[in-house]
């Protein structure tokens, strides 16, 4: 259950009058919380891979005159190695992002460029799963943003509508400009046709190494650090992301970032 910290401090003020100070220091309190959490979660996270490349060592040692099974235990160790170091660099990410000054390198840079970047990170596993990805939109777009983290989060969605996808499934990614008030942002959206989200995962998926199902995600190299770095990235470029998912129907993951003026246009204007 929540509770409230207080710092309460009582003063006499003259005869019959006290003065009485509170000072909430729930909020305060409340990240210190989370930030504990996160450092437990994280080493826990950690001690799987850890854990697996030290019965792997030994299982290597114990098959020493079998090359076959050495050469099999081997394989295994680079996997959960490769593992271990992409948890490590996602870990570092995420708390960079959410530093107060997270060093962004901000660059104008258009939305296909970015998208370009992206896809080719994926197409590997893309046609290892026979997914098929489809662009379409108006890609021309200039946002300004640092182009690496863009392009992870863009990466990010769409591994994600590969891996929780069918075999030969079709993932869609739609670029398009959206007028809020009077304010313009680039969408782009992911979308699969994949196994979707329940309401209440939805909910959830964004927080730090949840996953709706463990040896799916394990299975894929993921790590439950995906979405949330995802929410940083586009919160630290004054965009959002958000999920509309149906269970067994799909997902749609779409990011919003505010437009800049395109490169010939800020040409002119100086
Ligand atoms: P992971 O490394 O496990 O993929 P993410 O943070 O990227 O971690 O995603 C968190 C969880 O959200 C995943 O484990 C998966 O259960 C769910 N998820 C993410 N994207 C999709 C999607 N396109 N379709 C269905 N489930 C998804």
């Known amino acids: 259950a929540p509770s409230l910290h207080l710092n309460v401090r009582v003063s006499p003020l003259g005869d019959r009058q006290v003065l009485v100070l509170a000072d909430d220091r729930t909020p305060l309190l ?12 994280v080493g826990h996270e950690l001690k799987t891979p850890i854990g697996a490349v030290r019965l792997l060592a030994e299982a290597v040692e114990s098959a020493a005159d079998d090359p076959e099974a050495v050469r099999h ?43 370009d970047d992206a896809l080719a990170r994926s197409r ?15 890609e021309e777009f200039t946002v300004l943003g640092d ?3 863009l392009t992870d989060a863009l990466a990010n969605l769409v591994t994600n509508a590969i891996v929780y996808s069918d075999e030969k499934a079709r993932v869609a990614i739609t670029t398009s400009l959206v007028d ?17 989200i329940s309401d209440e995962n939805q ?17 894929n190299g993921g790590t439950g650090l995906g979405l949330s770095i995802v929410k940083h990235i586009a919160a630290v470029h004054g965009g959002t ?9 799909g997902s749609t993951f779409t990011i919003r970032l505010p437009l800049q003026p395109s490169t010939l246009e800020s040409e002119r204007l100086s």
């Not at 409340?30 to 979660?41: K, L, S, Y």
């Not at 590997?124 to 379409?136: G, M, Q, S, Y």
């Open 30 to 41: 409340r990240v210190d919380e989370t930030r504990r959490d996160f450092v437990a979660n």
């Open 73 to 115: 235990f081997a394989a295994r160790m680079q996997r959960e190695s490769a593992r271990l170091g992409e948890l490590v660099t996602q870990i570092i990410d995420l708390s960079r992002l959410q530093a107060d000054d997270p060093m962004l390198r901000a660059e104008f840079v258009q939305v296909g460029d970015i998208l």
């Open 124 to 138: 590997e596993l893309a046609t290892k799963r026979a997914v098929n990805l489809v662009r379409t939109g108006d």
């Open 147 to 149: 182009r690496t983290q």
């Open 180 to 196: 809020e008030d009077g304010d313009n942002f680039v969408e782009v959206s992911v979308a699969d046709n994949g196994i979707g």
């Open 203 to 219: 909910q959830r998926i964004f927080e730090r190494f949840y996953r709706v199902d463990y040896g799916r995600s394990r299975d």
């Open 241 to 249: 992301v958000n999920v509309w998912s149906k269970l067994g129907q």
